[in-house]
């Protein structure tokens, strides 16, 4: 039988606003343990919370950006239980009346988007930081002792619900790549993962392909790359599998994945099931966002990476367009290829040599004669434009002076020296293995200290080779 | 020679304006009666011997957090917790020069109608003190009462600033909910909890009452309030004076409550106030259960802090389940117990609908039963407490009678409105309490009633063992 994963994903994005949630202290990384604390989120005796306006705002235009209704009026809830993270003995977050719910996210894919719903995204509150001392599981209970920093409580966090539409890692991977574009885009959050300002839980069942039956899930937790979340699914879906063919169940459970090891390890079982006694939270007022408000805060979204990516796929093929808006590279490479560069070399030097890089400090015009001279240029010349692209003043001009080795009769004889060194590699080229002719211009390049022009040396291998 | 016993606020005022004493000779002089009549009343938990500011100084329930004194909600779990800053309400005392006499005492975390549930010991009445002041807040109540302070804060949630005020024979006012700040006020229940004034005279009160209202940034429940007007008028022409039916014949009101009150009814139509029957059913019937419900709801979130990790009590032990287990059962009496395991199964999966949220729903009634009324009347009377003053020890077993205390305070501060109670007269030589309840923010309509009732009655807050 064949079968298919069922994931839905609960996606945890913590705002960077300049203050926390429900009290004015500093949010995000300061100074040492505990200085970024007051009574309220402390939780003494009286505080009372204040909601963070900012955060309202925001927490609505990230439901515009994916396509969620704005909830006319929603509500703070208390949730409640004991854990020393928790000052009040309760987070305060939305429950049953969040600030946007029944969204949309359509995920490009080589056939066709992926529609993925959003159940809801709402604004709850961080719980600070503990740190489990001794015992050596890194749990409460055996910790010789618990320490607590309430810099993070109170941080604002939007948690983001999504339906079980997704069907494989990879799509999961997909859709968290766009939703961490988007908030970043939106500028609400740097949703940096190894930060923990992006967390991922994922809930995982399978079923047969083509049933459309819900069977039971389990969630995995502490997952903090993309790379692990996908690799989690993978083994859980693996897991839930093996268990089913062999006539077993799946018994409902919540596992941790164990990045060193990729492993998956069951928590252990409540004797009940939480009961988190929600109320409503009386120190606080319902949010009622004014029309008005949601209207201007819709019409300052930019436009969405999915939607970018299928502009870019008329000119690009989608991987390229994905790996262009995921990185936030689509801005440059459309500006460099205004300025002259071709469409596809111009998204390979970008997104192969710029990834990661200050890329709104490129000139775009010196890219593209880079882009276009790329061929004709040292490659040493090359690299060490594309590594000072960023700095202010930058000119290619210096770089394009320089002229790349392609004369034959120059190059003909290290081509030769080259081949006459691996007799093997030349044999297995000749015996169909194409993906060889890199291996010998490398050799060139390497012999001529990057000076030789990769293309001459290219069609001199391909030729001597005949 | 100050004679605190009889000295208002407002005569205090006078004589700090004229310079006739300084305002820490005044500060001294409560102290000095504090010395004198509080081993015996047991009204404060602690003073403060070092006036900071010149005015007339005041007294606070110990649910009030003050900056670097001791602030303990009557509870052994918050025994040696000091604020590291102020209530809102204590801010404004502060900037208005009034230096704090002491923490009075109180019912643990508010809860309770006689202030036996302290922690630190009962309170006692001055007029009888083998007799309760009521409660929660009996401590600011019998200090006013007994000359220790002129005027107090008190917090009141389902009738503890109103009813320890009829049983010492002061007047205190739980205002509309949302004109107060409830910030660094120990929570009971959030949706109910007002702070207040307690004093000897309307005047008094209406003037701490402008001290303390107004909209709050650090409370987002607050509002604006209108300004408040001192009263000075002594007739009610054209004002409309219900009597609901249910609050002045309820089962539990002693005859002797019954016959002050209805004079006091008399004296208002007397006065030129128009005076006619009306009808709160399901407001009565249904208030002290809905609030048994919600109260105990809040008070089980709201008391989940104390868990012995960042302030007050701790009882060490192994792991973190079995200290915060073993903290708050040496830390919390018998009532919070009682209130939090209520309130923890109204608000657990499975009861919720049927319970809390049932009470929000009923609720609801309460409020429209009362805006029905408000159309027609622009204030409601009725006593303020069934009974006079009982004796030390009556209720204490029977925590239900205990809770009858309430009924009928607790159906106004259900609907979120503002109420005072004005002393009408002594049964058995004890104080009776005549409660006025008005609309949403209709706090000087209240004082005007007070004060013109207040002239009429002619009660003398001194208790008569004490003259």
């Known amino acids: ?466 | 020679m100050i004679d605190t016993l009889r000295l208002t606020a407002e005569e205090a005022l006078g004589l700090l304006e004229r310079k006739e004493v300084s305002g820490a000779e005044l500060h001294r002089a409560y102290l000095d009666a504090v010395a004198e009549r509080d081993p015996e009343l047991n009204c404060y938990l602690r003073t403060v011997d070092e006036p900071a500011g010149d005015n007339v100084p005041i007294a606070l329930k110990d649910v009030i957090s003050t900056e670097g004194v001791e602030t303990t909600a009557g509870s052994k779990i918050l025994e040696g917790y000091v604020p590291v800053f102020d209530a809102t309400v204590a801010a404004r005392c502060k900037a208005a020069g009034l230096p704090l006499l002491g923490k009075t005492n109180t019912d643990e975390f508010a809860m309770g109608s006689s202030t036996e549930n302290s922690a630190y010991g009962p309170t006692h009445n001055p007029w009888s003190p083998g007799r309760v002041p009521g409660g929660s807040g009996g401590g600011t109540a019998a200090a006013v009462s007994a000359g220790l302070a002129p005027w107090g804060l008190g917090s009141d949630t389902g009738g503890s600033i109103k009813q320890p005020s009829a049983l010492c024979g002061n007047v205190g006012l739980r205002p509309t909910y949302g004109t107060v700040s409830r910030y660094g006020v120990v929570a009971f229940a959030s949706s109910l909890d007002q702070v207040g004034p307690v004093a000897k005279n309307v005047r008094d009160c209406a003037r701490l009452y402008s001290i303390i209202a107004g909209r709050d940034p650090a409370d987002s429940t607050t509002v604006d309030v209108p300004d408040v007007e001192l009263p000075d008028r002594e007739s009610l022409k054209g004002l409309r004076i219900g009597v609901p039916k249910e609050m002045n014949e309820a089962e539990g009101i002693e005859p002797g409550v019954t016959a002050a009150v209805q004079k006091a009814i008399e004296l208002a139509r007397e006065l030129g106030a128009k005076v006619g029957e009306c009808e709160l059913p399901r407001s009565v019937e249904y208030g002290l259960p809905c609030y048994y419900l919600i109260a105990p709801a809040e008070a089980s979130s709201n008391l989940a802090r104390y868990d012995g990790v960042r302030y007050g009590l701790r009882v060490e032990a192994g792991s973190y389940d079995t200290m915060v287990e073993r903290t708050r059962d040496a830390g919390f009496g018998d009532e919070p117990k009682r209130r939090i395991m209520l309130g923890a199964y109204a608000l657990s999966a499975g009861y919720y609908e049927a319970y809390y949220g049932q009470a929000q729903k009923v609720r609801t009634v309460i409020v429209r039963e009362h805006a029905a009324a408000f159309e027609r009347f622009d204030l409601l009377v009725s006593p303020t407490s069934p009974t006079v003053a009982f004796e030390l020890g009556a209720k204490t077993a029977d925590p239900l009678a205990m809770y009858l205390s309430d009924l009928l305070t607790i159906p106004s501060c259900m609907a979120g409105l503002p109420g005072l109670n004005v002393p009408c007269g002594l049964s058995d030589g004890l104080p009776v309490g005549l409660q006025l309840i008005g609309p949403q923010l209709s706090e000087n309509t209240l004082f005007r009633a007070g004060h013109a009732l207040e002239r009429a009655i002619g009660f003398d807050p001194v208790p008569e063992r004490l003259r």
């Open chain 1, 1 to 466: 039988m064949s079968w298919e994963a069922v994931v839905g994903l609960e996606v945890h994005v913590q705002l960077k606003t300049r203050t926390k949630m429900f009290c004015r202290c500093a949010n995000g990384f300061g100074g040492g343990e505990n200085t970024q604390t007051c009574p309220v989120c402390l939780g003494f005796p009286g505080a009372l919370p204040v909601a963070n306006r900012t955060a309202l705002e925001w927490t609505v235009k990230l439901g515009l950006a994916l396509g969620c209704e704005i909830a006319e009026r929603a509500v703070f809830a208390r949730k409640h239980y004991p854990y020393p993270d928790l000052p009040k003995g309760y987070q305060i977050s939305q429950y049953d009346l969040p600030s946007c719910i029944n969204g949309k996210v359509l995920v490009p894919t080589a056939d066709g988007d992926h529609e993925i719903e959003i159940v809801r995204a709402h604004l709850e509150e961080d719980a600070a930081k503990n740190t489990h001392v001794g015992g050596g599981t890194g749990r409460i209970g055996g910790a010789s002792t618990t320490l607590v920093d309430f810099n993070r409580g109170g941080t604002p966090l939007v948690e983001i619900v999504t339906g079980p539409d997704i069907h494989s890692s990879e799509e999961a991977r997909r859709f968290l790549q766009l939703l961490r574009q988007t908030v970043v885009e939106l500028g609400i959050s740097d949703a940096e993962m190894e930060k923990g300002q992006l967390r991922v839980d994922a809930n995982v069942s399978v079923r047969p392909a083509g049933s459309s039956e819900l069977r039971t899930r389990c969630e995995l937790k502490n997952m903090n790359s993309f790379r692990f979340v996908a690799q989690g699914i993978d083994a859980e879906v693996a897991r839930q599998i093996a268990l089913y063919e062999s006539g077993e169940e799946v018994v409902q459970e919540t596992y941790d994945f164990d990045a060193a090891t990729g492993a998956l390890t069951a928590r252990r079982s409540k004797e009940e099931a939480d009961d988190y006694r929600y109320f409503p939270e009386p120190d606080l007022v319902p949010i009622e966002p004014s029309a008005e408000l949601v209207e201007r805060l819709r019409g300052e979204l930019p436009e969405s990476p999915a939607a970018r990516i299928r502009r870019l796929e008329a000119e690009l093929d989608l991987d390229r367009a994905v790996v262009l808006v995921t990185g936030g590279l689509d801005a440059l490479w459309q500006a460099t290829v205004a300025a002259g560069a071709k469409s596809v070399p111009a998204a390979n030097v970008i997104a192969n040599r710029l990834a990661g890089a200050d890329v709104g400090a490129v000139s775009p015009g010196e890219l593209a004669k880079l882009v276009e001279a790329r061929d004709r240029i040292p490659r040493t010349a090359l690299d060490e434009a594309l590594g000072s692209v960023t700095q202010p003043g930058f000119s290619a001009a210096p770089y394009l002076e320089q002229e790349a080795v392609s004369d034959t009769a120059e190059l003909a004889p290290i081509v030769e020296r080259i081949l006459d060194a691996n007799p093997g590699q030349v044999a297995a080229y000749r015996g169909g293995k194409e993906g060889l002719l890199g291996f010998f211009v490398g050799q060139v390049m390497k012999e001529t200290g990057g000076t030789a022009n990769a293309r001459a040396v290219s069609e001199l291998v391909r030729e001597k080779l005949q």
